[in-house]
Antibody, heavy 120, light 107 residues
Framework: QVQLVESGGGVVQPGRSLRLSCAAS????????MHWVRQAPGKGLDWVAV????????FYADSVKGRFSISRDNSKNTMYLQMDSLRAEDTAVYFC?????????????WGQGTLVTVSS | DIQMTQSPSSLSASVGDRVTITCRAS??????LAWYQQKPEQAPKFLMY???TFQSGVPSRFSASRSGTDFTLTISSLQPEDFATYYC?????????FGPGTKVDIK
């Protein structure tokens, strides 16, 4: 069965960096786009970034553009989110989500999320 | 960016009630809209895409429709497992955007 497991969350000071990972199993990882979606405590869902199935295209939300970088390693069935210059408003649970296709734009499987807290 | 709004923001209903949630896009998104269900402390669950194509396993009491930039999700007879927050999401244009959610709780 499809499994997505996020890791790398934690408490970090403003301005510092953090790298999240999403380990995938149970499907052909290299055939699907992959996304990061976040949810601030008590708030709604906020799309962060997508990487195409082959890593060839990447798109970001305006709020993270220039600070976050999405990538993937299809040989390791893993996706990453490098988060630099973190701000308090980046505090959220970060979910990785599988794209329905190579870059369809909607998310058919989600991980359980990893909490990132940006605080001094 | 395309702004998504949902109404109501919350509603209280009883088991067996018919429930309708509305999602509106600030610009045309064609039929490129998905719906998700999220229960407390859980990851969202994918319900449907392209306005009204349901994911395998979603009960038939769920239905959806579109009129221009207005989209509706209807639950014909609310069941205990349907109490949750529902989000719409447009994937017509980057950045993808979600509605703020509609919380369905027990009356």
């Amino acid at each position: 069965q499809v499994q997505l497991v996020e890791s790398g969350g934690g408490v970090v000071q403003p301005g510092r960096s953090l790298r999240l990972s999403c380990a995938a199993s149970g499907f052909s990882f290299s055939s699907h786009g992959m996304h990061w979606v976040r949810q601030a405590p008590g708030k709604g869902l906020d799309w962060v970034a997508v990487v195409w199935y082959d890593g060839g295209n990447k798109f970001y939300a305006d709020s993270v553009k220039g600070r976050f970088s999405i990538s993937r390693d299809n040989s390791k069935n893993t996706m990453y989110l490098q988060m630099d210059s973190l701000r308090a408003e980046d505090t959220a649970v970060y979910f990785c989500a599988r794209d329905y296709g190579q870059g369809a734009g909607y998310f058919d499987y989600w991980g359980q999320g990893t909490l990132v807290t940006v605080s001094s | 960016d395309i702004q998504m709004t949902q109404s109501p923001s919350s509603l209280s209903a009883s088991v067996g009630d018919r429930v309708t949630i509305t999602c509106r896009a600030s610009q045309p998104v064609s039929s490129w809209l998905a719906w998700y269900q999220q229960k407390p402390e859980q990851a969202p669950k994918f319900l449907m895409y392209t306005t009204s194509t349901f994911q395998s396993g979603v009960p038939s009491r769920f239905s959806a429709s579109r009129s221009g930039t207005d989209f509706t999700l209807t639950i014909s007879s609310l069941q205990p497992e349907d109490f949750a927050t529902y989000y719409c999401q447009q994937y017509n244009t980057f950045p993808f955007t979600f509605g703020p959610g509609t919380k369905v709780d027990i009356k």
